[in-house]
């Protein structure tokens, strides 16, 4: 299992589009990623809807667990998708 944490930095948070972003690169990759505020419970990552439902703002800290082949560089591509979110 891979984890990664960032602090998002985007002024309007995680919204509409980098939610969507996001979940495409999850099931892409075909592994399992869950995605939480740091400290609260995680949600399935390859759910718009359930990314959008954790109300991720900015200065939020969030947590990204993937489990599957490859891992460590699908955290990565994922951590710089959240990170470059626009």
Same mark, same amino acid.
């Given at each position: 299992?891979?984890? /990664?944490?960032? =602090?998002? !930095? &985007?002024?309007?948070?995680?919204?509409? /589009?980098?939610?969507?972003?996001?979940?495409?690169?999850?099931?892409?990759?075909?592994?399992?990623?869950?995605?939480?505020?740091?400290?609260?419970?995680?949600?399935?990552?390859?759910?718009?809807?359930?990314?959008? @439902?954790?109300?991720?703002?900015?200065? &939020?800290?969030? =947590?990204?667990?993937?489990? @599957?082949?490859? &891992?460590?560089? =699908?955290? &990565? !591509?994922?951590? !710089?998708?959240?990170? !470059?979110?626009?």
């Amino acid at each position: 299992m891979a984890t /990664r944490t960032t =602090v998002i !930095n &985007d002024p309007v948070g995680i919204h509409a /589009r980098p939610a969507a972003q996001f979940s495409q690169a999850v099931t892409a990759s075909g592994c399992t990623v869950t995605i939480a505020k740091e400290g609260g419970n995680p949600v399935p990552a390859n759910s718009i809807l359930s990314v959008m @439902g954790l109300g991720i703002k900015q200065g &939020d800290s969030v =947590v990204i667990d993937v489990q @599957g082949a490859d &891992d460590e560089t =699908v955290a &990565d !591509n994922l951590l !710089n998708i959240l990170v !470059n979110a626009e």
